[in-house]
Nanobody, 124 residues
Framework: QVQLVESGGGLVQAGGSLRLSCAAS????????MGWFRQAPGKEREFVAA????????YYADSVKGRFTISRDNAKNTVYLQMNSLKPEDTAVYYC?????????????????WGQGTQVTVSS
């Protein structure tokens, strides 16, 4: 069993930055790839970024590439999402997810555990 708790969301103006954190507990953190997804009102949950168990492989959605950075600190059992140059279309609830293996994936079906989500709102 893995428990995930996100933090760091909030309201920011367009062009601003936020850093999301996801604290994990319950099993060996470095054994799991980790991912961030988001869901805007009326839309399906979509992939944002993912990182391998040792942090050597990262994937990004095209819409955030060059603006967002995913990282992890296995000593702290925490994964981060640094979000820069935020746009109003980045507004969504952001979810942290723990993968079923060490290799990251872009599909939500590769993740077995989810956090409760944190709201990010970007004003224009």
């Amino acid at each position: 069993q893995v428990q995930l708790v996100e933090s760091g969301g909030g309201l920011v103006q367009a062009g601003g930055s936020l850093r999301l954190s996801c604290a994990a507990s319950g099993r060996t953190f470095s054994s799991n790839a980790m991912g961030w997804f988001r869901q805007a009102p009326g839309k399906e949950r979509e992939f944002v970024a993912a990182i391998s168990g040792r942090g050597t492989i990262t994937y990004y959605a095209d819409s955030v590439k060059g603006r967002f950075t995913i990282s992890r600190d296995n000593a702290k059992n925490t994964v981060y999402l640094q979000m820069n140059s935020l746009k109003p279309e980045d507004t969504a609830v952001y979810y942290c997810a723990a993968g079923t293996g060490i290799t990251p994936t872009r599909t939500r079906y590769g993740y077995g555990y989810w956090g409760q989500g944190t709201q990010v709102t970007v004003s224009s």
